[in-house]
Nanobody, 116 residues
């Protein structure tokens, strides 16, 4: 089992930045891939970004060039740097991890609100 705890959400004006953090505990040696999903009100949950233990990253088209996913030196942490935020980025953001899939385990979510 892996436990994931997110932090760093909040409210920001359009064009602003936020950095989300996620710390994993438990069976962290089993983690090969970590990611961030988000779910906006009335919309389906979507994969925002993912990163493998080898450093390969993947991004949703809607965030390419604005968001950056990275892993900490300890390998049990993952970050999502979000720049040039738009109102449509408003959602609950979830940290995920897995061995062969990115979403075996989920955090509790953190709210990101982009509004003027």
């Amino acid at each position: 089992q892996v436990q994931l705890v997110e932090s760093g959400g909040g409210s920001v004006q359009p064009g602003g930045s936020l950095r989300l953090s996620c710390a994993a505990s438990g069976s962290i040696l089993s983690i090969n891939i970590m990611g961030w999903y988000r779910q906006a009100p009335g919309k389906e949950r979507e994969l925002v970004a993912s990163i493998t233990s080898g450093g390969t990253t993947n991004y949703a088209d809607s965030v390419k060039g604005r968001f950056t996913i990275s892993r900490g030196n300890a390998k049990n942490t993952v970050y999502l740097q979000m720049n040039s935020l738009k109102p449509e980025d408003t959602a609950v953001y979830y940290c995920t991890s897995g061995t062969f899939r990115v979403n075996d385990y989920w955090g509790q979510g953190t709210q990101v609100t982009v509004s003027s």
